[in-house]
């Protein structure tokens, strides 16, 4: 048994011996050695050829070497073309035209570099390894971007990465920013280094490392409050990742721009450390009212959220029970709210308190007594947890719009047009409106041609689809507009039957929280590849929605080869009450159309004149002489509109060489005129004109600068056109509507149109 436990064991080795040569095609690992040796260290060499300016270029002429351990990886895409390294006495970039660079040069790797015959300079402030380049702009060389083969011929690896020799220098945001003298910046500037206890400003567990559309800068605080920026590339991978929040260290790489700011490049989001990731408090997860009560005065500050309830009633100066809380809207005072865990409490111990600033934009949105419907609505509010006016409460909060959020719009405007002509073409929307992406990075921007200006989005040269892009309009008080109608002109081109754009009322101006009523307007169409004219969406009307409301225009879009353009313009909200502004076409001939063939002279009971012309009738369908397209009247009533039916004969047996109508004279001028057109038969297409007489003397003289020429031979029969004109005529005014003829010949009864819903704004 002992020989057979012998034999066992010898073949045991034996087995284990032939397993351990399995790999012996396996190549044994090279361990890269470089030839050459630093003699100069990197703070020495950047110290003998450092110029000031922002751009210059310089070549090493001896046979100099330096050496560094890389401290930089592009791996996460937020350092772009560009490889940092770093020794015992300072860092320094190199700038190379690739891309991956960390496949090749890992963090840890140490470099040897000839410097011989290599260049050194600054590009735009940044001391940096790069190639010659001519700056014409400022007549200047500065160091530009290399090849990979460039930088290969002079660099030699040593070792394998050695994550040991990768220490970041401990700074203060104060010994960088706000000194640009030659000394810090040579000892500073490709440093990888390490700040310890600062806070990312405006971090709320929301607030990404970067937008969508761009790079973008997002500041870390210390506690003396010292800044300093930290670039973040919108193609970061970690660029929708939301900024850590609390306090932590954050390392990088600092660098210096042109303005002579200083700058700090993440590598990937473990250059964060210690961050608290509690996120109580902030605007995600805010405190509920008993929480903040419970953490009351004790030095607590952050977003609290819950109901409003009532305000503190006038007098008042300690709250010691129920009776000091006006429980009712609209409230005597404006200056206070308080908030309940819920919209029915009605106890003030379990309730907290907040003012309303004099002057604050909290005061203005905000009062129970201005907006008695904020009653039992949610609201969020950020501030301190301390004692207010003896209960419960939230202090320092200063009223900004920074620091409260309603759930529901107040206030806003009563009338609204916006043309976009006082903005810059590619410049910043009208005060009040407001962009937002949720999806991808394409934005509404603002375009002109021929001499107009308006709002315009397209998916075209967007990088990262799907797009969903909102323009939004200012709030709209709707409850207290005269007018309570919306409209605007909208064109379409290379429509292919996708990318839309849809119209939604909104209950606030963010689409991610808002309730969203869809509407629905006319919009453009054309055909594949081409383009529409500006028409319009028809005036939509909005008096059901009592309250504040916001319109969002949004466009969604996947990824595609070619992508739809919309373009929006004359965006139109409330105004005057229509008082007596629209015809009153259903008097004519006591309200009954007439043959499609009866042509004659009819007067309505406000003075509008019809000659050579018939009547029409909107209705359910079509049944002549009534005809669905005319529809109802645009007076906010149910009941149908009448339209009249100009001929286009030349020899009317009234006298007059085609068909005309005439308004009444119009006191104190017209704003804007809009109506409804289109044709019943065969005739082809539509052609009219609109004159504007001055009344002011009696005899009318003609305003020749607001003629209107309508003329559309491709119109379709049966299919109903909107038409608005902003006139601004400020005159007792008559409004004369003359039939064209859109044919050659008009000897027979042809070439005939009706227009309805003819409607105009006063002065």
Sequence with gaps: MKRFNLFLNALLLMLVAVGCNEDFDTPPMVVPHAEHQANMTIAEFKAKYWQDGR????????????????????????????????????????????????????????????????????????????????????????????????????????????????????VEIGDVVGHSDAETQLKYQGQFVIIRNVEWEGADGVLTYSESSSSTTRNIKDEEGNVLGVNNSNYANFRGDPLPLGKGDVQGILYMTGSDKWGLYLRDTNDCIGFDNDTKGYFSDPWTVPEAIELQNSGKKGWVTGYIVGAIAPGVTQVTGNGDIEWEAPTTLDNTLVIAPSADVRDYSKCIA????????????????DFPELLGTQIWVKGTLATFMEMAGITDNTGSIEEYKLSIMTGGVTELYEDFESCNKNGSMPDGWRLMKTSGDKDWYIDEFDSNKYAAVTGYTGKQPPFEAWLITPALDIKNAGRKEFSFMNKVR????????????????????????????????????????????????????????????????????????????????????????????????????????????????????????????????????????????????????????????????????MGVLYSPVIKGGIKTLSFSYGYVLTDPGVSFTIYFYDMTQGNPVEITSKRINVH???????????????????????????????????TGNKDRFAIWNIMWEPM
């Design 354 to 369: 907040v003012a309303l600033p004099q002057g604050s934009s909290f005061r203005r949105d905000a009062s129970l007594k």
């Design 55 to 170: 751009n210059f270029i310089d070549t090493c002429k001896e046979d100099t070497y330096i050496h560094g351990w890389v401290t930089s990886s592009d791996e996460e895409g937020n350092i772009y073309k560009h490889l940092y390294i770093q020794d015992e006495t300072g860092g320094l970039g190199i700038s190379i035209d690739a891309n991956s660079i960390c496949n090749t040069y890992r963090v840890g790797q140490e470099i040897v570099i000839s410097m011989k015959d290599f260049w050194i300079g600054k590009y735009n402030g940044e001391y940096l390894i790069g190639k010659p380049e001519w700056y014409a702009a400022q007549s200047v060389w500065e160091a530009g971007r290399m090849t990979l083969d460039q930088f290969k011929e002079h660099a030699e690896l040593e070792g394998l990465p050695n994550l040991d020799k990768i220490k970041p220098v401990e």
């Design 712 to 746: 559309d031979p491709s119109a379709t029969k049966l299919t109903a056109y909107n038409y608005n004109a902003e006139l601004d005529i400020n005159c007792d005014v008559m409004i004369k509507i003359q039939s064209n003829g859109v044919s050659s010949n008009s």
């Design 494 to 657: 290379y429509y292919r039957g996708t990318d839309p754009i849809e119209v939604y009322l909104m209950s606030t101006n963010d689409p991610t929280t808002a309730e969203l009523i869809k509407l629905e307007p006319t919009l453009a169409t054309a055909a594949d590849g081409g383009q529409s004219d500006f028409i319009s969406s028809g005036v939509i009307d909005l008096s059901q929605y009592d309250g504040t409301y916001c319109i969002g225009f949004c466009y969604k879009s996947q990824q595609q080869s070619n992508y739809t353009t919309w373009q929006i313009d004359n965006v139109k909200f409330g105004g005057k009450a229509l008082l007596q502004t629209i015809d009153d076409f259903e008097t004519m001939n006591d309200g009954n159309p007439t043959s499609q063939s009866q042509f004659a002279e009819w007067t309505s009971a406000k003075g509008w004149r019809a000659v050579n012309a018939g009547l029409l009738k909107g209705g359910p369908t079509d049944a002549a002489p009534v005809y669905s397209m005319i529809g109802k009247k645009a007076d906010g009533s149910d009941r149908w509109a009448h339209a009249v039916h100009l001929n286009g004969k030349l020899d009317s047996p009234q006298g007059n060489p």
